[in-house]
């Protein structure tokens, strides 16, 4: 039996809230998914960081199972995404929006820790379904996109870009 | 019903440059990281939401049309971006409920 030919659908979605949070000694950033009702904001010290909590925006997760193999890839890796909006070209996102022609758009998948201190950011399984995912959505309305993993920004706090959260609509008025 | 036959029918006047494509489905919904999630291809998306983030979603979700509800406007980047997509970007003063039932007037249910 030959490869499938993967046709993925969006599965085990998640509403929560995508967490950020900077350590007050050294300056890491890190973020993580919570699906509690309210976002927790504890400081906390783990190994040498202290962690204190910086913001946090509505999200939703999913993950990506095959109509035809019934396999699933388990995108929990992936905290959001993010319209980039790069120019610098000498960053490989900033290079590859570049070369994007007028109807495509280039997404950077966004890992929990940005910073990649152990190298480790969004899996190659998980940037590939995603394209697949979204190419094969897409292809019947003319529109082209390419998600990349966050790793190839040069800094993904000094990036340009949009990231898809909502901000504020459960806030207290 | 083509973008701009609903746009004629329902009274909008279009915000910027857009592709006329179909419309088979409605999705209405304030929260923009839904989008990816839950509108489908050739969607209308009814918001309030006016910021870049929703075209961002809305073009992933491969949406044909965003009506933005309660006389809200979206500022010069967001209609460039959307010009980008070709996803149509219209303004309607009143309500989401109030669009809603023009919809269904049309038969989309």
């Not at chain 1, 659908?9 to 509690?36: D, K, M, P, Q, T």
């Not at chain 1, 109509?67 to 890839?73: D, E, L, P």
């Not at chain 1, 910073?115 to 950011?121: A, N």
């Not at chain 2, 050739?42 to 979603?57: E, P, R, Y």
């Amino acid at each position: 039996m030959g490869p499938c030919n993967h046709e993925w659908s969006i599965c085990n979605v998640r509403h929560g809230y995508f967490v950020e949070e900077g350590c007050f000694e050294c300056g890491a950033r890190l973020s993580f998914f919570s699906a509690e009702p309210v976002p927790p904001i504890d400081k906390y010290r783990e190994g040498r960081h202290y962690w204190a909590y910086l913001g946090s925006f509505q999200t939703v997760k999913f993950d990506l199972k095959c109509r035809a193999c019934a396999g699933i890839v388990d995108l929990n890796d992936v905290n959001g995404l993010m319209l980039s909006e790069c120019t610098d070209r000498d960053c490989q996102v900033g290079a590859l929006v570049h070369q994007q022609g007028p109807d495509s758009l280039v997404y950077v998948a966004l890992c929990p820790n940005t910073s990649h201190p152990t190298g480790k950011c969004v899996s190659s399984e998980g940037i590939e379904a995603l394209n697949q995912y979204f190419r094969a959505k897409l292809a019947p309305v003319g529109r082209k996109v390419t998600i990349v993993p966050c790793k190839l920004c040069n800094s993904i706090d000094k990036c340009r870009g949009t990231s898809i959260v909502d901000v504020g609509l459960t806030d207290i008025q | 019903m083509k973008v701009s036959e609903l746009a004629q029918k329902t009274g909008l006047a279009a915000i910027n440059e857009y592709k006329d494509r179909e419309i088979e489905r409605v999705y209405i919904s304030d929260m923009v990281s839904d989008l990816i999630a839950s509108a489908r291809t050739n969607s209308v998306v009814v918001t309030l939401q006016t910021h870049k983030s929703l075209i961002a979603a809305a073009n992933l979700a491969g949406a044909a049309m965003i009506v933005i509800v309660n006389g809200r406007k979206p500022s010069e980047d967001v209609v460039a971006l959307a010009n980008r997509t070709g996803i149509g970007l219209f303004s309607y003063d009143l309500d989401s409920w109030a669009f809603a039932k023009k919809l269904v007037n049309l038969g989309f249910e």
